[in-house]
């Protein structure tokens, strides 16, 4: 086999096909431009994406793994619903790991990155357009990933990333009924100056403030009579 074709192999083995597939899968779900309670078929998301069926079984396959999709028996698969005990579970893990990775990254932290974040954030948000809300969230994603990152645990930052996947879509939901941006903009800023200069306890008391609230507004906004969430109780 000559270079150029062990390369194009390593380009498309199945492995990589998976991850894209997965990757635009998660993208939408996340985004709720596949809503939860959707059902989707193999096929339909082949199509939707131009990929063959196998790489998009396997994807579905890891996304049920990860919780944002379940098979359904002759039927293909739903894009699973938020219901308010995933609420509780989410944040209470956040609340948990990231005030302690905020107050670990105090005084190391590159403040000129996080500005940089903190003003796409802010450039991300228009109330006149849709898709905002949408940017915005994946900014702040990127914010508080960077903020688990420097606390010096990889362990623990890919532990949050993974909550803030989950919570990301509840606030996509959230946002399309409440507008928090500009607070959690503002919230931002204060937390910058709190990790620049070294505050720890400070830093974790503004996180823990910032998702306190965050969880909030969404479980105000996902419970009225027109939310799509399934309400469970909480033990």
Do not use: K
């Amino acid at each position: 086999m000559s270079d150029r074709s062990a390369v194009t192999a390593e380009l498309v083995r199945p492995d990589s096909l998976t991850e894209q597939a997965a990757s635009v899968l998660r993208g939408d779900i996340l985004a709720c431009r596949l809503a939860p309670g959707e059902t989707v078929s193999e096929t339909f998301v082949a199509e939707r994406y131009g990929m063959g069926r196998a790489p998009v079984r396997a994807a579905l396959a890891r996304l049920a793994e990860e919780g944002l999709v379940q098979a359904l028996p002759r039927r293909g698969w739903m894009v699973s619903l938020v219901t308010v005990r995933d609420i509780h579970e989410v944040f209470d893990l956040r609340l948990l790991l990231e005030p302690e990775a905020a107050r670990r990254a105090a005084g190391h932290v590159d403040a000129a990155a996080l500005h940089r974040l903190d003003a796409v954030c802010q450039a991300g948000h228009d109330p006149e357009d849709a898709d905002s809300a949408r940017r915005f969230l994946g900014a702040n994603r990127a914010f508080h990933v960077a903020v688990a990152e420097l606390a010096g645990n990889a362990r623990l930052a890919r532990q949050i990333g993974r909550l803030l996947d989950e919570s990301t879509r509840m606030l996509v939901l959230g946002l399309s009924r409440r507008d928090r941006t500009g607070e959690m903009a503002h919230e931002h800023r204060a937390l910058i100056d709190a990790l620049a200069e070294g505050r720890g306890a400070e830093a974790a008391a503004i996180m823990h403030e910032q998702i306190a609230a965050s969880r909030d507004m969404v479980l105000a906004a996902l419970t009225g009579p027109h939310s799509r969430l399934v309400v469970t109780e909480v033990a």
